[in-house]
């Protein structure tokens, strides 16, 4: 089918569909989602037990083992690992990539719903919760005073959260960072023993007077009646009368042995913005929801929204900011990169054949954009890169096009007949260069698990960006030309680049090619040594994983010794803040006492309750490379003098979840030797060059208060050991008994507790009796014996067995693989016990699996693209003439990372992977055309060095397209974009600089005189 003919015979048809492809890509453009990063439904959740007053080792017995043995029954388990400090248990739960991450979450919620009878009654909390893109807040809201009135904030946040939840495209609005109202009930140890009362008596007592039971229904006549019984409490009144016993014929009343009052449970979570007292309003958005159509309702709602007295409302994080930010960017730069296109084509073609190449741009990214956004891709930093990458590529085939027709207009066609023919003579060999472009990209969109998912959208645009330029350039530009393009006049000069191009060619260039056809053996081993001592050089080069984030944001952590309180805590985070008032360059900032900062970036979990935890999210007024790593060294020496805690300041960075990039494991079973073994590795990592913020969970033990109960003593005053534990408990940590329900249909928890609460003393457990079967009381120091002993600060399982985890970061400019080495050898001489061993996780292991990924992904890419050369050239030995282009194209690659600086990252290696496409159709062109002046009777040498000289400009004009298409987004896209960009610029310069050389002289080696071409 002569589809050029078919298109200009049917121009009406052409045109209205290219009109309607435009028309549902612009929509396309106009309507899809905007987001920063990528959206990865990671099968990815954590369980989080909140068991407060319990110690690790009891955690792990009564809470994490039973949850690990329920979890390791579902399939498609990947990787379970949990961390258990004091009064909390973090179990993270990894499965494998592609499940869907719904159906898991839950298969979870119900195996942990079959647990409510194992694990203990007063365990305070169990939560699942989804860890994937879609859960980071687009917003995180501080709603703060300076009076610091929580039940105030709470009612304010309350109502917020009703006129944001509803809107379109919200997910989730979450208040954090406030203690819960509860009704305490605070009791006297000493009028309860005076009274004959212990706990069990109350908790009786309250829960029977606070039952809500419906009494059934009475027909009487011809009614019927509901009866209702007293039911539960409705004011705190009736708490207070509650009967609890009778001493000396007297009734006992709850009053007479305790206080009911309204009052908030212990701060587990404190949170400051700016050093002001606050709560936080987070806001999750709905999956394949523009973030704009979600924040602009959100901003002017509460822009209107009043705040009584001194309330006041920031936006900590604004997710939609970045996202503008971003996408402007890279939209900048690919404006930019039109631009540099189109110059050099103006230049090079004219008007005329310039304007019918540029009408592919936008036709083409248009195009292509519809069919991203039919596959449910965002429009963010992967997919605008891949329309970044195919720009210089999808004028190629037009250029192709235009030159061709313009070469038989010169023959005396017309326009028509010209347009026909000179399409139709390329429709082969474009096709067959697109099909190898597009078929090394194939194999990116395959690559498995979270770090394919997230680059994923790259290679779709490129794939449908380029299929789309086909189209473009076998239909639309070949109408277009036959109405626009026109014989030139005799002695009509060329544009001024084409003539100083072809002067080039028939001088310096012809003679260098007459120069190398002489001496093919030293042009072919010069070839080869250059690529040798390109691959020599790559160790100077040094591979990365993925770069840092570039955000004008930081975190700061801060990690007291175990057994310290929340107020010590609070002390070291205020001197942090404090710190950071004397520093212009920061705009705000919000500390977290207790926790982590909420969720705000992809790969960061929040780090959940832990008295001994706290951290400062920082927002700077601007990004400038230079100044900001001078900002965190000055932070960190000044934070290094502070004694009372480590405090640690950690910058964002791109790439899958991780906890450090460098992670080391060891595994063992006794707490003891691993703790001996851990001390000896961070010692060894906090004295490696380049490693910073080292981090060892079990530096120290923390101190236990252990009662010691003498079983004979207690058996024989009549003391059943569950009452001495239970009493403990229940006076200093507090005992849920109920709930109350108030006039507004709000639920508070009652709780059971000791007067003191916070306040407690060691002296007050002089004050505590417990009850014998007889009904008398005993003092509790008479049955126990109470002692300091150390305990295990903190428990991590991974996979069921006991580990203990070594975390660092880098130092700017640090080599991954420098440090992981210098560790590596010291480790290695330390005496390893049997059944002891250490893993390296972190991005040593994230690399080597992704960089594995890529690995098969190119292999498969040059196989695909082998087997397709060999179909259209129907031989062996010129596909591999053709492949030479990349060993040509790695010299350029190796050699633009070195003078950069640039180390081999991830995204440089998806630059490599490109370059299997783009450099070879350089090789394609100059074989193909070779091929067509053997068919007409040349000898090989003539067709060798003809097709060198006649193809030289559309080469050199394809390969200056892509290099400026991509020379934007290498120069301002940051320490992301760079490797990928560098890696392709670099392996064009040399690929194509050397095949315009070296194929004529393998072509002339190694074809066959005979060869039958058709």
């Given at each position: 089918?002569?589809?050029?003919?078919?298109?200009?015979?049917?121009?009406?048809?052409?045109?209205?569909?290219?009109?309607?492809?435009?028309?549902?890509?612009?929509?396309?453009?106009?309507?899809?989602?905007?987001?920063?990063?990528?959206?990865?439904?990671?099968?990815?959740?954590?369980?989080?037990?909140?068991?407060?007053?319990?110690?690790?080792?009891?955690?792990?017995?009564?809470?994490?083992?039973?949850?690990?043995?329920?979890?390791?029954?579902?399939?498609?388990?990947?990787?379970?690992?949990?961390?258990?400090?004091?009064?909390?248990?973090?179990?993270?739960?990894?499965?494998?990539?592609?499940?869907?991450?719904?159906?898991?979450?839950?298969?979870?919620?119900?195996?942990?719903?079959?647990?409510?009878?194992?694990?203990?009654?007063?365990?305070?909390?169990?939560?699942?919760?989804?860890?994937?893109?879609?859960?980071?807040?687009?917003?995180?809201?501080?709603?703060?005073?300076?009076?610091?009135?929580?039940?105030?904030?709470?009612?304010?946040?309350?109502?917020?959260?009703?006129?944001?939840?509803?809107?379109?495209?919200?997910?989730?609005?979450?208040?954090?960072?406030?203690?819960?109202?509860?009704?305490?009930?605070?009791?006297?140890?000493v009028k309860m023993t005076q009274a004959n009362l212990s706990v069990d008596h109350i908790e009786r007592a309250v829960s029977g007077s606070n039952a809500n039971i419906p009494g059934g229904a009475i027909k009487i006549s011809n009614k019927l009646f509901a009866l209702k019984t007293s039911g539960a409490y409705e004011n705190l009144a009736q708490i207070r009368q509650t009967v609890v016993g009778v001493y000396q014929d007297k009734l006992v009343y709850l009053k007479d042995v305790a206080h009911v009052d309204f009052t908030y449970e212990d701060q587990r979570w404190t949170a400051r913005y700016n050093g002001h007292p606050a709560m936080y309003i987070n806001i999750t958005q709905q999956k394949n929801v523009n973030i704009f159509s979600v924040s602009e309702p959100v901003k002017a709602?509460?822009?209107?929204?009043?705040?009584?007295?001194?309330?006041?409302?920031?936006?900590?994080?604004?997710?939609?900011?970045?996202?503008?930010?971003?996408?402007?960017?890279?939209?900048?730069?690919?404006?930019?990169?039109?631009?540099?296109?189109?110059?050099?084509?103006?230049?090079?073609?004219?008007?005329?054949?310039?304007?019918?190449?540029?009408?592919?741009?936008?036709?083409?990214?248009?195009?292509g954009l519809l069919v991203v956004d039919g596959l449910d891709y965002a429009l963010q930093q992967m997919s605008i890169a891949g329309l970044i990458v195919a720009l210089g590529l999808l004028v190629d085939n037009s250029i192709a096009i235009t030159e061709n027709i313009e070469r038989f207009l010169g023959k005396g066609m017309t326009p028509i007949a010209a347009a026909i023919a000179g399409t139709q003579q390329l429709v082969a060999p474009i096709f067959s260069a697109t099909l190898t472009t597009v078929l090394a990209f194939v194999p990116i969109v395959l690559m498995p698990d979270a770090t394919g998912a997230f680059i994923k959208a790259l290679p779709i645009t490129v794939i449908a960006t380029l299929i789309a330029s086909f189209l473009v350039a076998i239909t639309l530009t070949p109408f277009l030309a036959s109405k626009l393009l026109k014989p030139k006049p005799a002695g009509a000069r060329n544009s001024w680049l084409f003539e100083k191009m072809m002067g080039f060619v028939q001088g310096p260039?012809?003679?260098?090619?007459?120069?190398?056809?002489?001496?093919?053996?030293?042009?072919?081993?010069?070839?080869?040594?250059?690529?040798?001592?390109?691959?020599?050089?790559?160790?100077?080069?040094?591979?990365?994983?993925?770069?840092?984030?570039?955000?004008?944001?930081?975190?700061?952590?801060?990690?007291?010794?175990?057994?310290?309180?929340?107020?010590?805590?609070?002390?070291?985070?205020?001197?942090?803040?404090?710190?950071?008032?004397?520093?212009?360059?920061?705009?705000?900032?919000?500390?977290?006492?207790?926790?982590?900062?909420?969720?705000?970036?992809?790969?960061?979990?929040?780090?959940?309750?832990?008295?001994?935890?706290?951290?400062?999210?920082?927002?700077l007024k601007d990004y400038d490379v230079d100044a900001f790593y001078a900002l965190l060294d000055d932070l960190r020496a000044c934070f290094q003098t502070y004694t009372g805690a480590r405090i640690d300041v950690r910058e964002f960075v791109q790439g899958p979840p991780s906890k450090a990039p460098v992670e080391i494991q060891i595994a063992g079973n006794d707490l003891d030797q691993l703790q001996a073994y851990a001390r000896q590795v961070e010692r060894i990592v906090s004295h490696t060059p380049g490693a910073i913020n080292v981090t060892n969970p079990l530096r120290e033990n923390s101190t236990d208060l252990h009662f010691q109960i003498n079983r004979d003593k207690a058996m024989l005053l009549g003391v059943p050991l569950f009452t001495v534990d239970k009493t403990i408990r229940s006076y200093v940590n507090?005992?849920?008994?109920?709930?109350?329900?108030?006039?507004?249909?709000?639920?508070?928890?009652?709780?059971?507790?000791?007067?003191?609460?916070?306040?407690?003393?060691?002296?007050?457990?002089?004050?505590?009796?417990?009850?014998?079967?007889?009904?008398?009381?005993?003092?509790?120091?008479?049955?126990?014996?109470?002692?300091?002993?150390?305990?295990?600060?903190?428990?991590?399982?991974?996979?069921?067995?006991?580990?203990?985890?070594?975390?660092?970061?880098?130092?700017?400019?640090?080599?991954?693989?420098?440090?992981?080495?210098?560790?590596?050898?010291?480790?290695?001489?330390?005496?390893?016990?049997?059944?002891?061993?250490?893993?390296?996780?972190?991005?040593?292991?994230?690399?080597?699996?992704?960089?594995?990924?890529?690995?098969?992904?190119?292999?498969?890419?040059?196989?695909?693209?082998?087997?397709?050369?060999?179909?259209?050239?129907?031989?062996?030995?010129?596909?591999?003439?053709?492949?030479?282009?990349?060993?040509?194209?790695?010299?350029?690659?190796?050699?633009?990372?070195?003078?950069?600086?640039?180390?081999?990252?991830?995204?440089?290696?998806?630059?490599?992977?490109?370059?299997?496409?783009?450099?070879?159709?350089?090789?394609?062109?100059?074989?193909?055309?070779?091929?067509?002046?053997?068919?007409?009777?040349?000898?090989?040498?003539?067709a060798a060095l003809q097709a060198g000289q006649v193809?030289?400009?559309?080469?050199v004009a394809t390969t200056l397209t892509t290099i400026l298409g991509l020379l934007p987004l290498t120069l301002n896209g940051g320490s992301l974009w760079a490797p990928m960009g560098w890696t392709i610029i670099g392996g064009l310069l040399t690929s194509t600089t050397l095949v315009l050389l070296v194929v004529p002289v393998l072509y002339q080696l190694f074809t066959r005189e005979n060869r039958v071409v058709g």
């Open positions: 089918m002569n589809i050029p003919a078919f298109s200009i015979k049917n121009y009406q048809l052409t045109l209205t569909a290219f009109l309607l492809l435009l028309l549902a890509g612009i929509s396309s453009f106009l309507s899809m989602p905007q987001q920063e990063d990528p959206a990865l439904d990671i099968p990815n959740i954590v369980v989080i037990a909140v068991y407060p007053g319990a110690n690790p080792k009891d955690i792990e017995s009564q809470v994490v083992d039973p949850i690990e043995e329920a979890i390791k029954e579902l399939e498609d388990l990947k990787e379970l690992r949990t961390t258990i400090r004091d009064g909390a248990a973090v179990t993270e739960i990894e499965f494998e990539f592609g499940v869907d991450a719904d159906d898991k979450f839950d298969e979870v919620q119900r195996q942990l719903n079959q647990l409510e009878d194992v694990l203990p009654p007063d365990l305070y909390s169990l939560e699942a919760r989804q860890i994937n893109t879609n859960t980071v807040n687009i917003f995180q809201i501080a709603l703060y005073s300076d009076e610091g009135n929580y039940q105030q904030m709470y009612q304010e946040a309350e109502e917020v959260k009703y006129l944001l939840k509803d809107l379109p495209g919200v997910r989730k609005v979450e208040l954090e960072a406030y203690p819960e109202q509860e009704v305490r009930i605070a009791l006297d140890p709602i509460l822009s209107e929204h009043p705040l009584p007295g001194d309330l006041q409302l920031a936006y900590v994080f604004d997710q939609s900011q970045g996202v503008e930010t971003r996408v402007n960017g890279f939209v900048n730069n690919l404006g930019q990169g039109i631009v540099l296109v189109g110059i050099i084509i103006f230049l090079l073609l004219g008007i005329r054949s310039a304007s019918l190449v540029m009408l592919a741009i936008p036709l083409s990214i248009m195009m260039y012809t003679r260098l090619l007459y120069g190398v056809n002489n001496h093919k053996t030293l042009t072919l081993s010069l070839a080869g040594l250059s690529f040798i001592g390109a691959l020599a050089l790559f160790p100077l080069v040094g591979v990365s994983f993925f770069p840092k984030a570039e955000k004008p944001q930081l975190r700061i952590t801060v990690s007291l010794p175990k057994g310290s309180n929340l107020d010590a805590t609070d002390q070291a985070v205020t001197y942090v803040e404090e710190a950071l008032r004397e520093y212009d360059e920061v705009a705000y900032y919000a500390a977290n006492v207790g926790h982590g900062n909420p969720r705000i970036y992809y790969n960061i979990a929040p780090t959940n309750y832990s008295n001994t935890f706290g951290e400062v999210f920082v927002v507090g005992n849920n008994i109920g709930i109350y329900r108030d006039s507004d249909g709000e639920d508070y928890n009652i709780v059971l507790r000791y007067a003191a609460g916070e306040d407690f003393q060691l002296s007050d457990f002089d004050r505590l009796s417990v009850p014998t079967m007889t009904g008398k009381f005993l003092p509790l120091r008479q049955v126990t014996n109470m002692t300091f002993e150390e305990a295990p600060s903190q428990i991590e399982h991974y996979g069921n067995e006991r580990v203990v985890t070594i975390l660092a970061d880098l130092e700017n400019d640090a080599n991954l693989d420098e440090v992981i080495g210098s560790i590596d050898e010291q480790l290695q001489d330390l005496d390893w016990q049997k059944g002891y061993q250490y893993t390296y996780l972190g991005d040593l292991a994230n690399r080597n699996d992704s960089f594995g990924g890529m690995g098969l992904a190119s292999l498969l890419a040059m196989l695909l693209i082998f087997g397709v050369l060999i179909i259209q050239f129907r031989s062996f030995t010129q596909p591999l003439i053709i492949l030479t282009a990349l060993p040509l194209a790695i010299i350029g690659s190796i050699l633009a990372l070195l003078f950069t600086g640039i180390s081999f990252s991830f995204t440089a290696f998806i630059g490599l992977t490109s370059l299997i496409g783009i450099a070879i159709n350089n090789s394609i062109v100059l074989v193909d055309y070779a091929n067509s002046v053997l068919a007409e009777g040349r000898t090989i040498a003539e193809r030289f400009v559309p080469i």
